[in-house]
């Protein structure tokens, strides 16, 4: 009987995950906006509560209340900002007065350098590339409003039946209220940290960018700084994929100290702000590690394309939220690798500690011998009877009776 349940047990559970699998490869197209709505719902859920519960608002219209919201504070604002920099390349791009004056300059300072590449070389290479990403970008376009769509699809259903996703997470996943309880907080953390965190940073980056360029008369410095705040969340390059080429350009333009203040700016003061507002505001509002940043984004960008760059950090810290709550629920044995002054077990010399353990053991040991009147055997009879058998001969060898004749 407990054979069959067992395998009564593990037969259900693989075909729940066979199901599982099979409708995650054929929605894949909708995950991203599905997680869209997860983080959307995560971070208006008190809101939608609040509108509710307390001012006691109609369910679906606080639903279509936050759904606005989020949209003019959140969406428009990203695609208005995604239309000017797809508008200023185009506008670079399809400009011959422009491409042929910077190609003048180019074409002299690589005269400088023989054997190089030569600037039909230059043109034919960044024509080739811009041609193939910009017909991707204008595909992509008909993608992203369905995402949208289907994204605040979900969020409304979401929103309107609220607390229903965290008594569905108590009620299936196999773990204690307690772990449960830390499960929901960690995940609102992680998820408000990579939510708004990764903004913040690419705001700040944007803005001291802005002053560099301001300062160095670039023209267009505001198109430049949002350029160079997307690039801030790009991994391993970030902002050098736009400031890099500004400066280059004042160079060429003879703009020599104009130049070496963007170089000198980005390195000195642009790289130690990314790294303390990133270790400011995911340890404030979400303790998020640096190397979860980066895998996620590169796991983000390849399978979610730019929305990617919230959604995959959110997948890597859910993943190790996971393990954490595992190792805990199942009481998984703690490793811990000893190093500097304390020694690991059997290597020698041993702790403080480690020795008033033992002190503790042998007292403890003892002094249940006595109360218990133990007497471990070894060999033929008992530790006792040997002692008692050794003093007996010798008493025989040293006794002084003599022999009887």
Request: proline share 3%; with cysteine; glycine share 6%.
């Amino acid at each position: 009987m407990q054979a069959e349940k067992l395998i009564s047990k593990y037969l259900t559970l693989f075909v729940i995950v066979l199901l599982a699998s099979y409708l995650f490869v054929g929605l894949k197209e909708f995950l991203s906006a599905f997680l869209g709505a997860i983080v959307f719902y995560i971070l208006f859920r008190k809101f939608m509560r609040f509108l509710v519960y307390t001012k006691k608002w109609n369910k679906a219209l606080g639903a279509v209340i936050i759904i606005l919201i989020s949209f003019l504070i959140v969406v428009l604002p990203i695609g208005l900002i995604g239309i000017m920099i797809t508008r200023k390349i185009m506008e670079i791009v399809s400009s011959p007065d422009l491409i042929q004056k910077y190609s003048i300059m180019l074409e002299e300072k690589l005269k400088l350098f023989p054997g190089s590449y030569t600037i039909e070389d230059i043109t034919a290479t960044v024509t080739k590339f811009t041609s193939s990403h910009i017909g991707d970008v204008l595909n992509s376009t008909a993608d992203i409003v369905a995402s949208l769509l289907m994204m605040y699809f979900f969020l409304y259903f979401l929103l309107v039946n609220v607390q229903k996703l965290e008594e569905g997470l108590v009620f299936y996943l196999p773990f204690e209220d307690e772990k449960l309880k830390m499960f929901g907080e960690e995940l609102v953390d992680q998820t408000i940290g990579n939510a708004i965190g990764v903004p913040m940073v690419a705001a700040a980056q944007g803005l001291s960018a802005w002053l560099a360029y301001w300062i160095a008369g670039v023209p267009d410095a505001g198109m430049y700084a949002l350029l160079t705040g997307v690039a801030s969340i790009i991994p391993l390059v970030g902002t050098a994929i736009v400031w890099v080429p500004v400066a280059a350009i004042l160079l060429a333009s003879n703009m020599i100290w104009q130049g070496i203040f963007i170089i000198t700016f980005c390195v000195v003061i642009m790289t130690n702000l990314d790294n303390v507002v990133r270790m400011i505001v995911f340890k404030r509002v979400g303790d998020v590690h640096p190397v979860i940043t980066v895998l996620g984004v590169i796991l983000g960008l390849k399978y979610f394309g730019l929305p990617g760059l919230v959604f995959g950090p959110l997948l890597i810290s859910y993943l190790v939220l996971l393990l954490k709550i595992y190792h805990q629920e199942f009481n998984v044995k703690k490793r811990h690798l000893k190093i500097d002054n304390e020694p690991v077990s059997g290597s020698g010399n041993l702790s403080q500690n480690q020795i008033m353990n033992l002190i503790n053991k042998y007292l403890f040991f003892t002094e249940k011998m006595k109360q218990e009147n133990f007497k471990p055997a070894r060999g033929e009879g008992s530790y006792g009877d040997q002692e008692n058998k050794k003093q007996e001969e010798t008493n025989d060898n040293n006794s002084v009776i003599p022999e009887e004749k």
